[in-house]
Protein backbone atom coordinates (compact mmCIF):
# COMPACT_ATOMS: atom_id res chain seq x y z
CA UNK A 1 0.00 0.00 0.00
CA UNK A 2 1.31 3.41 -1.14
CA UNK A 3 1.97 5.77 1.79
CA UNK A 4 -0.52 8.29 3.13
CA UNK A 5 0.13 12.07 3.21
CA UNK A 6 0.21 13.18 7.11
CA UNK A 7 -1.79 15.82 6.77
CA UNK A 8 -4.82 13.02 6.51
CA UNK A 9 -6.42 11.00 8.77
CA UNK A 10 -6.11 7.24 8.40
CA UNK A 11 -7.23 4.24 10.06
CA UNK A 12 -7.47 0.48 9.16
CA UNK A 13 -11.32 -0.92 8.19
CA UNK A 14 -11.57 -4.92 7.32
CA UNK A 15 -14.46 -5.53 5.86
CA UNK A 16 -15.92 -9.03 6.82
CA UNK A 17 -16.65 -11.48 4.34
CA UNK A 18 -13.86 -9.97 1.33
CA UNK A 19 -11.01 -11.68 0.67
CA UNK A 20 -9.00 -11.78 -2.10
CA UNK A 21 -6.62 -14.89 -2.78
CA UNK A 22 -6.21 -15.93 1.00
CA UNK A 23 -5.87 -12.22 2.03
CA UNK A 24 -8.07 -9.85 4.12
CA UNK A 25 -8.97 -6.55 1.81
CA UNK A 26 -8.25 -3.66 4.05
CA UNK A 27 -9.91 -0.17 3.35
CA UNK A 28 -8.10 3.16 4.71
CA UNK A 29 -10.28 5.48 6.15
CA UNK A 30 -8.58 8.91 4.76
CA UNK A 31 -9.66 12.14 5.58
CA UNK A 32 -10.05 15.84 3.22
CA UNK A 33 -10.33 19.18 5.20
CA UNK A 34 -12.83 20.81 2.26
CA UNK A 35 -13.17 24.49 3.39
CA UNK A 36 -15.12 24.36 7.01
CA UNK A 37 -16.25 20.21 6.34
CA UNK A 38 -13.51 17.51 7.35
CA UNK A 39 -14.86 15.02 4.76
CA UNK A 40 -13.89 11.09 4.88
CA UNK A 41 -13.68 7.83 2.38
CA UNK A 42 -12.77 4.15 1.99
CA UNK A 43 -9.53 3.86 0.59
CA UNK A 44 -8.09 0.87 -1.38
CA UNK A 45 -4.35 2.05 -2.64
CA UNK A 46 -3.06 -0.85 -4.42
CA UNK A 47 1.02 -0.93 -4.92
CA UNK A 48 1.94 0.11 -8.47
CA UNK A 49 1.94 3.11 -10.72
CA UNK A 50 0.02 4.53 -13.60
CA UNK A 51 -3.19 2.85 -11.60
CA UNK A 52 -7.01 3.39 -12.67
CA UNK A 53 -9.18 4.84 -10.18
CA UNK A 54 -13.05 4.31 -9.54
CA UNK A 55 -15.00 6.53 -7.19
CA UNK A 56 -18.05 4.64 -6.09
CA UNK A 57 -20.90 7.15 -4.59
CA UNK A 58 -23.28 5.94 -2.16
CA UNK A 59 -27.34 6.53 -2.35
CA UNK A 60 -29.20 9.16 -0.47
CA UNK A 61 -29.07 8.27 3.55
CA UNK A 62 -26.16 5.82 2.42
CA UNK A 63 -22.94 5.51 4.24
CA UNK A 64 -18.93 4.72 2.19
CA UNK A 65 -19.15 1.24 4.27
CA UNK A 66 -22.86 0.12 2.62
CA UNK A 67 -21.11 1.43 -1.02
CA UNK A 68 -17.81 -0.70 -0.39
CA UNK A 69 -20.15 -3.70 0.72
CA UNK A 70 -22.58 -3.67 -2.42
CA UNK A 71 -20.27 -2.67 -4.99
CA UNK A 72 -16.86 -4.21 -3.67
CA UNK A 73 -14.96 -2.77 -6.63
CA UNK A 74 -11.76 -3.31 -4.54
CA UNK A 75 -12.13 -7.01 -4.67
CA UNK A 76 -13.42 -7.35 -8.74
CA UNK A 77 -10.50 -4.85 -9.69
CA UNK A 78 -7.85 -5.06 -7.47
CA UNK A 79 -5.11 -3.42 -9.55
CA UNK A 80 -7.50 -0.13 -9.08
CA UNK A 81 -7.58 2.68 -7.06
CA UNK A 82 -11.31 2.23 -5.51
CA UNK A 83 -12.66 5.99 -2.82
CA UNK A 84 -15.97 5.03 -1.45
CA UNK A 85 -16.85 8.70 -0.52
CA UNK A 86 -18.92 9.52 2.41
CA UNK A 87 -21.59 12.34 1.92
CA UNK A 88 -22.76 14.68 4.14
CA UNK A 89 -26.39 15.71 5.23
CA UNK A 90 -27.93 17.07 1.73
CA UNK A 91 -31.86 17.45 1.46
CA UNK A 92 -33.90 15.59 -1.13
CA UNK A 93 -37.20 16.58 -2.61
CA UNK A 94 -40.38 14.44 -1.05
CA UNK A 95 -37.82 11.65 0.84
CA UNK A 96 -35.72 14.12 2.81
CA UNK A 97 -37.07 17.77 2.42
CA UNK A 98 -34.82 18.70 5.62
CA UNK A 99 -31.52 16.66 4.83
CA UNK A 100 -31.36 15.01 7.88
CA UNK A 101 -29.40 12.24 5.70
CA UNK A 102 -26.40 12.02 3.68
CA UNK A 103 -26.06 12.61 -0.14
CA UNK A 104 -24.38 14.50 -2.69
CA UNK A 105 -25.34 18.15 -4.61
CA UNK A 106 -27.69 17.70 -7.12
CA UNK A 107 -26.79 21.05 -9.50
CA UNK A 108 -24.04 23.33 -9.82
CA UNK A 109 -23.21 25.76 -6.95
CA UNK A 110 -25.83 23.65 -4.38
CA UNK A 111 -23.55 23.79 -1.19
CA UNK A 112 -21.16 25.91 -2.07
CA UNK A 113 -20.26 23.31 -4.58
CA UNK A 114 -19.05 21.21 -1.52
CA UNK A 115 -19.33 17.83 -3.17
CA UNK A 116 -17.68 18.90 -6.22
CA UNK A 117 -14.33 19.95 -4.42
CA UNK A 118 -14.31 16.80 -2.70
CA UNK A 119 -14.09 15.04 -5.53
CA UNK A 120 -11.17 17.59 -6.38
CA UNK A 121 -9.26 17.44 -3.42
CA UNK A 122 -9.95 13.29 -3.61
CA UNK A 123 -8.89 13.51 -7.54
CA UNK A 124 -5.35 15.54 -6.54
CA UNK A 125 -4.57 12.75 -3.73
CA UNK A 126 -4.76 10.39 -5.91
CA UNK A 127 -2.70 11.47 -8.75
CA UNK A 128 -0.38 13.27 -6.21
CA UNK A 129 0.12 10.17 -3.40
CA UNK A 130 -1.30 7.17 -5.32
CA UNK A 131 0.09 7.07 -8.60
CA UNK A 132 -3.35 6.65 -10.28
CA UNK A 133 -3.05 7.29 -14.16
CA UNK A 134 -5.61 11.02 -15.12
CA UNK A 135 -6.21 9.72 -18.03
CA UNK A 136 -8.50 6.26 -16.00
CA UNK A 137 -10.55 8.22 -13.65
CA UNK A 138 -13.86 6.60 -13.07
CA UNK A 139 -17.29 7.25 -11.68
CA UNK A 140 -19.75 4.92 -10.28
CA UNK A 141 -22.81 5.79 -8.38
CA UNK A 142 -26.30 4.65 -7.21
CA UNK A 143 -29.47 6.65 -7.54
CA UNK A 144 -28.03 10.06 -5.54
CA UNK A 145 -24.74 9.38 -6.43
CA UNK A 146 -25.76 8.65 -9.88
CA UNK A 147 -27.44 11.66 -10.36
CA UNK A 148 -23.72 12.98 -9.05
CA UNK A 149 -21.54 11.02 -11.78
CA UNK A 150 -23.76 12.48 -14.25
CA UNK A 151 -22.85 16.16 -12.89
CA UNK A 152 -19.23 15.15 -12.97
CA UNK A 153 -19.31 15.26 -16.49
CA UNK A 154 -21.02 18.84 -16.63
CA UNK A 155 -18.96 20.10 -13.95
CA UNK A 156 -15.39 18.73 -14.40
CA UNK A 157 -15.19 18.01 -18.01
CA UNK A 158 -12.52 15.91 -19.61
CA UNK A 159 -12.20 14.53 -15.85
CA UNK A 160 -13.54 11.35 -16.30
CA UNK A 161 -12.69 8.44 -18.53
CA UNK A 162 -16.40 6.66 -18.21
CA UNK A 163 -19.39 6.81 -16.21
CA UNK A 164 -21.49 3.87 -14.77
CA UNK A 165 -24.29 5.25 -12.81
CA UNK A 166 -26.88 3.06 -11.14
CA UNK A 167 -30.84 3.92 -10.50
CA UNK A 168 -30.48 7.86 -12.07
CA UNK A 169 -30.78 10.60 -14.70
CA UNK A 170 -29.58 13.52 -15.91
CA UNK A 171 -30.67 16.89 -14.56
CA UNK A 172 -32.00 18.79 -17.48
CA UNK A 173 -30.32 21.61 -15.66
CA UNK A 174 -26.87 20.95 -16.84
CA UNK A 175 -27.60 18.88 -20.13
CA UNK A 176 -26.50 21.31 -21.88
CA UNK A 177 -22.95 21.08 -20.32
CA UNK A 178 -22.41 17.50 -21.16
CA UNK A 179 -19.96 16.40 -23.18
CA UNK A 180 -19.66 12.52 -25.08
CA UNK A 181 -18.15 9.82 -23.14
CA UNK A 182 -18.35 6.35 -22.52
CA UNK A 183 -21.42 5.64 -20.31
CA UNK A 184 -22.70 2.42 -19.03
CA UNK A 185 -26.14 2.80 -17.35
CA UNK A 186 -27.77 0.42 -14.70
CA UNK A 187 -32.18 0.94 -15.01
CA UNK A 188 -34.30 -1.15 -12.89
CA UNK A 189 -37.84 -1.69 -14.65
CA UNK A 190 -40.11 -1.62 -11.54
CA UNK A 191 -37.57 1.28 -9.83
CA UNK A 192 -40.09 3.27 -7.78
CA UNK A 193 -38.17 6.04 -6.63
CA UNK A 194 -36.72 6.74 -10.34
CA UNK A 195 -39.37 5.83 -13.32
CA UNK A 196 -37.58 3.74 -15.84
CA UNK A 197 -38.75 6.06 -18.17
CA UNK A 198 -36.72 9.28 -17.05
CA UNK A 199 -34.32 6.81 -16.84
CA UNK A 200 -34.72 5.40 -20.78
CA UNK A 201 -34.44 9.14 -21.39
CA UNK A 202 -31.23 9.19 -20.33
CA UNK A 203 -29.89 6.33 -21.67
CA UNK A 204 -31.34 8.12 -24.69
CA UNK A 205 -29.95 11.22 -24.63
CA UNK A 206 -26.40 10.16 -23.77
CA UNK A 207 -27.19 7.31 -27.43
CA UNK A 208 -27.20 10.49 -29.17
CA UNK A 209 -24.64 12.76 -27.57
CA UNK A 210 -22.36 10.11 -27.90
CA UNK A 211 -23.57 9.84 -31.58
CA UNK A 212 -24.16 6.07 -31.06
CA UNK A 213 -26.37 3.75 -33.63
CA UNK A 214 -30.42 3.74 -32.68
CA UNK A 215 -30.58 -0.34 -33.05
CA UNK A 216 -28.34 -1.85 -30.34
CA UNK A 217 -26.62 -4.89 -29.88
CA UNK A 218 -26.23 -7.91 -26.89
CA UNK A 219 -23.44 -7.55 -24.87
CA UNK A 220 -23.51 -9.69 -21.82
CA UNK A 221 -26.34 -10.68 -19.92
CA UNK A 222 -29.45 -8.07 -19.53
CA UNK A 223 -26.99 -5.75 -21.50
CA UNK A 224 -27.65 -3.40 -24.77
CA UNK A 225 -24.45 -1.66 -26.52
CA UNK A 226 -25.05 0.86 -28.35
CA UNK A 227 -22.21 1.73 -30.35
CA UNK A 228 -21.21 4.98 -32.05
CA UNK A 229 -18.70 5.36 -35.58
CA UNK A 230 -16.39 8.05 -34.00
CA UNK A 231 -17.84 8.42 -30.80
CA UNK A 232 -17.91 6.22 -27.54
CA UNK A 233 -20.49 3.87 -26.31
CA UNK A 234 -23.46 3.74 -24.38
CA UNK A 235 -23.82 0.02 -22.57
CA UNK A 236 -27.70 -0.13 -21.03
CA UNK A 237 -27.94 -2.79 -18.20
CA UNK A 238 -31.70 -3.41 -18.02
CA UNK A 239 -32.87 -5.23 -14.87
CA UNK A 240 -36.13 -6.50 -14.33
CA UNK A 241 -35.90 -5.06 -10.41
CA UNK A 242 -36.37 -2.04 -8.90
CA UNK A 243 -33.78 0.89 -7.05
CA UNK A 244 -30.52 -1.36 -6.38
CA UNK A 245 -27.90 -2.43 -7.63
CA UNK A 246 -28.79 -5.62 -8.72
CA UNK A 247 -26.67 -8.73 -8.84
CA UNK A 248 -24.04 -8.66 -11.59
CA UNK A 249 -23.99 -5.25 -11.85
CA UNK A 250 -20.70 -4.33 -10.49
CA UNK A 251 -18.64 -7.29 -12.20
CA UNK A 252 -20.86 -5.60 -15.28
CA UNK A 253 -19.40 -2.25 -14.30
CA UNK A 254 -16.16 -3.54 -14.31
CA UNK A 255 -15.97 -5.53 -17.26
CA UNK A 256 -17.26 -2.05 -18.86
CA UNK A 257 -14.03 0.21 -17.06
CA UNK A 258 -11.83 -2.17 -18.19
CA UNK A 259 -12.90 -2.20 -21.61
CA UNK A 260 -12.42 1.81 -21.78
CA UNK A 261 -9.23 1.89 -20.26
CA UNK A 262 -7.88 -0.64 -23.14
CA UNK A 263 -8.90 1.76 -25.79
Same mark, same amino acid.
Given at each position: ?31 ? *?? /??? %? ?24 ? @???? =? ?5 ? %????? #? ?10 ? &? ?5 ? /? ?5 ? +? ?27 ? *???? @???? @?????? @????? #? =? ?10 ? =?? %? ?19 ? +? ?9 ? *? ?11 ? #?? /??? &????? %? ?22 ? /? ?15
Amino acid at each position: MSPIPTTMLVAILVLPGFARAADTVELKKVTW *KV /GND %TREALVYNPSGTNKPVIFAWHGHGGT @STFA =AKKFAFH %TLWPE #AVVVYPQGLPTP &APQIDPD /GKRSGWQ +KFPGDQDDRDLKLFDAMLKSCVDEYGVDE *KRVH @SVGH @SNGGFF @SYLLV #A =ARPGKLAAIAPV =AA %TITPRFQKDLKPLPVLHVAGE +KDPLVKFDNQE *KTIEFMRKLNGCD #AE /GKP &AGKLC %TEYRSKDGPPVVAFIHPGGHEVPD /GAAERIVKFLKDVDKK
